[in-house]
């Protein structure tokens, strides 16, 4: 047996933060457990991520960011997600096919059923056996990633004022080293896109509410940690723990 869980919810929610430390706390707790995230989690996924976040591509139609983010899906889905679960692993993905639903169907309005039909040619059908919704207005989203974006700028600022270029972007230089927040293409969209999104992902859990746990993003960080591995606990059973070395 193995276990597929995906993180959903709107921007800024919260949804790498929890991926990460339930990731930290399973490889902890000696599950076989890898964590990727969409569009990318591949190298030739992460190239297709690059297209897609890219502030210049204005020109970008509906239909050729639905059939990129598809084609990224279907790599991470072949090389990653399928293999490791038939090892009987754990996959955390930040991210899958139910963004493609609340982002393009809902946000863009784009037909559902054709999405669908679009999803299980990428997948092969592959479902999550648990999706985690991170729960948030838009407008809250949006302001965090706001403000990290900020606080990252000044902090930047700072670092560099003080004649020390200890943080970059990407590497990992010195123990101040500080990911640069994502302020994408998608993020830039008005606000009225990122409500319909939000819209969408309660409807989606309407529609099935066996697999999706709904989750107060409001909670901090480590408390949300906590619920989140209590709403899981039941199905590790369905994983068997690495022998210890
Ligand atoms: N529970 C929380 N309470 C308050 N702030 C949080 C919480 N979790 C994360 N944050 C902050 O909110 C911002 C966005 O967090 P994170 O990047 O994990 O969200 P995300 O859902 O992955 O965003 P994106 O949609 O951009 O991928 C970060 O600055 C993070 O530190
Ligand atoms: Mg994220």
Redesign the pocket.
Known sequence: MSLFITFE??????????ARLLYQRLQLRGYPVILTREPGGTRIGEMIRRILVDLQNTEMAPTTEILLFSAARAQLVNELIRPYLETGGIVLC?RYADSTYAYQGYGLKRDLEELRAMTRIATGGLLPDLTIY?DLEAEE?LE??I??KQAHESRKAQEEGLGGSRVNEGGSIGSSFIPP??WNRL?ARDLAYHQRVATGFRELMLQDPDRWRKMD?????AQ?AQAIEAEIEPFLSRVTPLEPL
């Open positions: 919810g709107p921007e800024g929610s919260g949804k790498s933060t929890q930040d991170l989203g965090r990633k403000l990290s927040p994502e993020d993003a409001h909670l901090p960080v949300l």
